[in-house]
């Protein structure tokens, strides 16, 4: 069922999502000084081309510097990203197929806001796994 879920977010949003999460990447590249943040959008740019069997976790040693990374990340793409994934969950429930789908693209906000100091785990293989079983 997840792979179905993910093919149909890739076609219908993921790959859009995707797009402007490697525009962001590539502009934050070019100052030097904002490759972390680039390196942030990238990931998180996986996670939104195929999120269907994975989750956000928070790493638990993340510190005083990734909440003033991700207030610069806000200011620098985070806004913008969390826009885009306003517009395409809206756009996503209008139909009743693309419902849960939507559903998924609000989950994304946070994470678009504020992408440092959380790690994207497989929901199978990740940190609470054996919790899940």
Do not use: Q
Request: glycine content about 10%; proline content about 6%; charged content about 10%.
């Amino acid at each position: 069922m997840r792979t179905l879920l993910n093919i149909i977010w890739l076609l219908l949003s993921g790959f859009w999502l995707f797009c402007g999460y490697l525009l962001a990447g590539v502009l934050l590249c070019i100052p030097i000084i904002t490759i972390p943040w680039a390196i942030a959008s990238f990931r998180i740019g996986l996670y939104a081309l195929w999120p269907f069997g994975r989750d956000v976790v928070s790493r638990p040693n993340a510190g005083a510097f990734s909440f003033i990374g991700n207030v610069i990340w806000f200011v620098l793409a985070g806004w913008w990203l969390a826009i885009g994934h306003i517009v395409s969950g809206v756009a996503l429930c209008v139909t009743i197929i693309g419902i849960p789908m939507g559903i998924a693209d609000f989950k994304m906000i946070p994470i678009s806001l504020s992408p440092l100091g959380k790690e994207v785990v497989d929901r199978d293989n990740g940190p609470f796994a054996s919790a899940r079983r």
